[in-house]
């Protein structure tokens, strides 16, 4: 028997490849399809099952193209109604794959479908559980993103206190917990940086598994929930109804596109230009109007929270090299209208003498000579992040926000922006250059270099709950 977690970590998310006597099965794949493929031809197996736990809401699963390539079975837990062939399994509904059994266990509560699937090893020991979003290292998943539903967030939140209570705690402490998310996912509130844990260990130390009631479990994993990105629920339909090829995502997202034919097509086609490269080298020259999402940090994430359209047509500025995992990861998150890319990155652009522009930046030690209380201090930070610690006069604008809030900005004003290291802010600032805000000042370094100047902080006063 194999089990091997697969953790994509700008995704915070975990996918399962399980083999045993030349059979295999895949849970919650992304959209990429041949990391599962190679696994299998690797240890001569074929693909039987590709077991889904839900609708996943923050990522395009491949589930669809995988089993078109493979002949495998997709499976979900009661309740599944999909768009194309699957297979909704009946609660303790089980399956073999090699010398191995994976039962199903309906745990509604993350949404009305999702499913724990317990795998039963060769010996008949219950040897672990892929909770999906039930059940996460130190959280549980949120209740508000069913799809299309009129349950409420605190009947599902009633609904999962009942599976973890009557489906998941009563296995045995020895049973391990594979999740499909760690920390970093909007998935929950609380997450481990672990990515897998012990049942045992769990109910001493996550917080959603202690000795509390049923009502009282409702108001504490319905509380203090920030709305979801907008993406989520395009992603879930996406993934009911079965995505696209991703090599025809390929196809036409791969385009080299010399300085000329860039500019042409971006004025054709009022697509969106993003720049993956790292916000520092980004800030110091950069196409006019583009958008700086750095590939190096929660890149498909931020863009599914803060471009709002899926069927967006962008064009891409990278490092080189870096062309196909752009699309790649775009995709994965419903992006797959990517038209082409800068052939030769940032380099052939000044090389054409094309206009340029740059974005205002100055360190925590030039901020502190300048301050004064009637600085536009603006914190893009999460509103969490602001409330533990932040500046005197700053006030808290969120980067998930940002397209409430800028309506608010006066062209007028200059602004000073940071965030805790640097990365959000850079993004911040590009999306408010895009829109015409010229009076940017970008603080490099963020809260944790601010934080170490003379620059006068709020009083936070804790209250207890």
């Known amino acids: 028997m194999k089990i091997e977690q697969i953790y994509t970590g700008c995704l915070a998310e975990a996918a399962y490849y399980i083999e045993s006597k030349g059979e295999a099965a895949i849970i919650d794949p992304l959209r990429e399809t041949a990391p599962y493929i190679r696994k299998a031809e690797k240890d001569n197996a074929q693909i039987k099952y590709i077991f889904e736990t839900h609708f996943h809401a923050d990522f395009v699963s491949g589930h669809v193209e995988l089993a078109e390539k493979t002949g495998a079975k997709i499976v979900y837990g009661p309740k599944a109604e999909c768009g194309f062939e699957c297979y909704s399994a009946k609660d303790g509904e089980e399956f073999k794959i090699g010398d191995v059994t994976i039962k199903v266990l309906h745990t509604p509560g993350h949404t009305p479908e999702s499913s724990t699937y317990l795998l039963i090893d060769e010996n008949g020991k219950q040897h672990c559980i892929f909770t999906g979003d039930t059940l996460f290292i130190g959280d549980v998943g949120r209740p508000d993103l069913a799809i299309k539903s009129n349950i409420t967030k605190e009947e599902l939140a009633g609904m999962l206190y009942d599976s973890l209570h009557n489906k998941i705690l009563v296995l045995p402490d020895d049973v391990i917990v594979y999740p499909a998310h760690g920390a970093g996912s909007a998935c929950g509130k609380n997450m481990s940086k672990e990515t897998f844990d012990t049942l045992g260990h769990q109910r001493n130390v996550n917080y ?44 036409h997202g ?73 699309v790649r990861r775009l995709a994965r998150v419903g992006y797959d209208n990517t038209i082409g890319y800068l052939d030769g990155g940032i380099n052939s652009w000044m090389a054409a003498k094309k206009n340029m522009d740059t974005v205002n930046s100055i360190g925590p030690a030039d901020l502190e000579k300048i301050y004064n209380a009637d600085l536009n ?50 993004i911040t600032s590009s999306i408010l250059k895009s829109r015409g805000f010229d009076n940017i000042v970008e603080v490099a370094g963020g809260y944790a270099a601010i934080a170490k100047t003379s620059i006068p902080k709020a009083d936070i006063v804790t209250v207890a709950k």
């Open 208 to 251: 959603a598994l202690q000795s509390i009631t049923k009502e009282e479990f409702i108001k504490e994993v319905t509380a203090d929930l920030l709305p979801p990105p907008q993406y989520f629920s395009k992603n879930a339909m996406l993934n009911k109804q079965g995505a696209g090829s991703l090599d025809n995502v390929y196809t």
């Open 254 to 326: 791969l385009q080299k596109l010399s300085p000329a034919d860039f500019e042409t097509a971006a004025d054709a086609s009022g697509a969106l230009i993003l720049d993956t490269r790292d916000p520092r080298t980004f800030g110091a020259g950069f196409v006019p109007g583009s958008i700086n999402i750095g590939l190096e940090g929660q890149f498909a994430p931020w863009v599914g929270a803060l471009i709002t359209d899926l069927a967006q047509p962008i064009l891409i500025i990278c490092d080189e090299g870096k062309e196909e995992e752009t």
């Open 377 to 426: 201090i603006l914190d893009v930070r999460k509103p969490g992040e602001y409330e533990k610690e932040h500046l005197a006069n700053a006030e808290n604008k969120p980067l998930d926000f940002i397209n409430e809030w800028t309506t608010g900005l006066s062209h007028d004003k200059t602004y000073y922006l940071h965030c805790q290291g640097g990365y959000r802010s850079m």
